[in-house]
């Protein structure tokens, strides 16, 4: 999955568009004195005067706690885990895309987006069920009407439950 698709991103569309941090460091005698939040602020504000720019985001390699804690602290948000996204010395490591949204822009897993997708699989759930049973056969037992009609599978809804293991 492209960045732009984890940040709603349009590449083609030309009202829109990204800030990315691509390094930050502070000298060791000079952390925590607030020179980072300070920086990020910054870029946060010069992204915010950008019309278009619809987020600011990063990534940190997953073990930079500091860092992490940083980007948290300064209402990032943490949408996703990139596996062995960094090769440092012939390794692989894991990073986390932080993001920021400015003027609108938004998580593409918002609240509402969350209660459509889950509705939808219901929906879809729904209509798997209707469909297995609408293709099991009705038996009516022989000379007991009253007391119902008993399902039997057909060989082609056998056929799906047995390969439906390999879905569990
Ligand atoms: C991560 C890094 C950039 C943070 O830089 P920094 O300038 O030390 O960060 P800040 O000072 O803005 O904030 C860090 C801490 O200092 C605190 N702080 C902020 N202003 C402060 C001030 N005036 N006085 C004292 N502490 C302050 C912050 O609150 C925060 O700590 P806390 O949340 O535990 O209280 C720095 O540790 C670094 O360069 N690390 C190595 C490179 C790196 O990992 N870069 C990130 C790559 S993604």
Known sequence: MQIA???????SRVDQTLVYILTLGVVDAYRNLGIATALIREVIKYASSIPVCRAV?????SYNNPAIHLYTKMSFNCI??????????GQH???YLFVYYVNGGRSPCSPLELVTVIVRCMKTGLKSMA?????AKVKWPKGNET?????TPNKRMTHIECSGLEYV
């Open 93 to 95: 490591y894991d990073s």
């Open 80 to 89: 996703r885990r990139l596996h062995g996204f960094y090769l440092i010395n």
């Open 131 to 135: 469909a297995k049973l609408m293709m």
């Open 5 to 11: 698709d984890l940040l709603r991103y349009d590449s």
């Open 147 to 151: 007391r119902g009609p008993v399902l």
């Open 57 to 61: 985001y990063l990534h940190v390699i």
